[in-house]
């Protein structure tokens, strides 16, 4: 019975063990993650590639591949990034991919970082220059400093690498960019590899001894490498869609629209409800990405001008000039990543879709609220019925008003049969006065 018992613990820890690693790693063979990044380089970008990173780490994997695809992105979201390529313990190769593909600005920051740099033909990398986070124009002095410090940071990735330090610095200084076979052909060049796919960047490194970003050598035994792919997490990819400029400002815009129709008829409750969460998600987004204040308050201006529209009248000046804001408001709004602009193709649609969808429920809402009152006491004033029988001032009688008998009070001698118009109400009883329509024949 011991030995039986001893036996069932033993065969537990092994499963427990066996279960501890990963399967991928059961045969022993190289292991490469991929890892693959297209879009703007924010906050979430770099939770996602921190995670990859650590997941590498932790499974003991050979070599870490990103696949990028950037038109740019956040200084300090790449320099979060840089610091743990730097510091992982597996080789970390950035690709450029598929042709066509870029990595522009930030992007390019990262292709200097990397332990290998490797693009697919008919790509390219390149046009660094920095610009200001918050959407306004840099005078000469600051867009200077903000230039001589990016190109400081791109020349110790550079050398560090052993690519071509002048190169890299024009990148930032000079906007300059290149193709897959400028960059190769550079001495020294700005990349090591050009590779039409990741297979085939696995195979060309199999045995390359490179150098790490501390100087050691490593040799890469890649040869039967298992990929093993870390996708994004559902939070990463929704939060990720939202962090889109012209996403962020087709969110503040929907906002602002549930916002006014719920003002215009209070207790409609969806509008006011999605408009909100439009909002909240929106604020967001712009804590991600980088808002121009100028844009930010022409947006609301414009917002304003086509409510003030509706009540003073214009002759369409205030109206177009709402539109107008809108339009300005939403290209600068997120003109601030480098390489990422709401272009007007969205803009110009979504600000005349807006301006005309506040005007039409605006005359819509007003010709409401003045309408006269067709229920309740007030719903009664106006109305015109007839005299049941003669009404002296002060005394009650009886009206018939819609088919109804109501009791009322003439303030004038009314004989019976005499067309007669409300002119107020008092609980159940109804203050009349003759009025112009012939009296009805026959009644009395």
Same mark, same amino acid.
């Given at each position: 019975m011991v030995r039986t /018992? @001893? !036996? #069932? &613990?033993?065969a537990g820890l092994l499963l427990l063990l066996a279960g501890a690693f990963p399967a991928g790693q059961d045969s022993g063979g190289p292991l490469a993650v991929v890892a693959e990044l297209d879009g703007i380089i924010h906050p979430i970008s +770099?939770?996602?590639l921190t995670e990859v990173i650590n997941e590498a780490d932790t499974a003991g994997a050979d070599i870490v591949v990103i696949v990028l695809r950037t038109p740019g992105g956040l200084l300090e979201s790449t320099r979060t990034i840089v610091s743990r390529m730097i510091t992982s313990r597996a080789p970390v190769a950035v690709w450029v991919g598929p042709s066509g593909a870029r990595a522009a600005s930030a992007g390019f920051v990262l292709m200097m970082a990397a332990d290998v740099a490797a693009m697919a033909p008919g790509t390219h990398i390149g046009a660094a220059h920095p610009? /200001?986070?918050t959407g306004e124009q840099m005078d000469e002095t600051t867009s200077q400093k903000a230039a001589s410090d990016a190109a400081a940071y791109v020349r110790t990735l550079a050398e560090a690498r052993g690519r071509d330090v002048m190169l890299a610095e024009e990148a930032v200084t000079e906007s300059r960019a290149f193709t897959e076979g400028e960059a190769q052909k550079a001495s020294p060049p700005l990349i090591d590899v050009v590779a039409s796919d990741v297979n085939d960047l696995l195979r060309q490194l199999d045995g390359r001894t490179i150098r790490r970003f501390d100087g050691r050598p490593a040799t890469l035994d #890649? +040869? !039967? @490498? $298992?990929?093993?792919? &870390? $996708?994004m997490t559902r939070r990463q990819r929704f939060l990720g869609s939202i962090a889109h400029p012209q996403i962020a400002t087709l969110l503040l815009t929907l906002g602002m629209l549930g916002l006014t129709i719920e003002l215009w008829n209070? !207790? @409609?409750i969806v509008p006011g409800v999605a408009g909100g969460l439009c909002l909240l998600l929106a604020f967001f987004a712009f804590q991600i990405i980088p808002v121009s204040t100028t844009g930010l308050l022409l947006l609301l201006f414009g917002a304003a001008l086509l409510v003030a529209e509706l009540m003073v009248p214009s002759f369409g000046v205030l109206g177009i000039g709402g539109v107008i804001a809108l339009i300005v408001g939403s290209v600068m709004l997120t003109d601030t990543v480098p390489g990422v602009q709401v272009g007007l193709g969205f803009v110009i649609p979504t600000a005349? +879709?807006?301006g005309a969808l506040v005007l039409f429920l605006g005359r819509l809402a007003l010709r409401a609220q003045r309408a006269p009152a067709v229920t309740g006491a007030e719903g009664m004033v106006g109305l015109e019925g007839f005299a049941r029988g003669p009404l002296e001032p002060g005394v009650p009688g009886d009206v018939a008003i819609h088919g109804e008998i109501?009791? @009322?009070i003439a303030t004038t001698p009314v004989p019976a049969g005499q067309a007669v118009r409300v002119t107020a109400v008092a609980g159940l009883t109804l203050t009349v006065e003759p009025s112009g329509a012939a009296a009805r024949e026959g009644e009395s």
């Open positions: /018992s @001893a !036996g #069932l &613990i033993a +770099a939770e996602y610009v /200001s986070g #890649l +040869a !039967g @490498a $298992e990929i093993q792919r &870390i $996708e209070p !207790g @409609a005349l +879709a807006f109501w009791r @009322a």
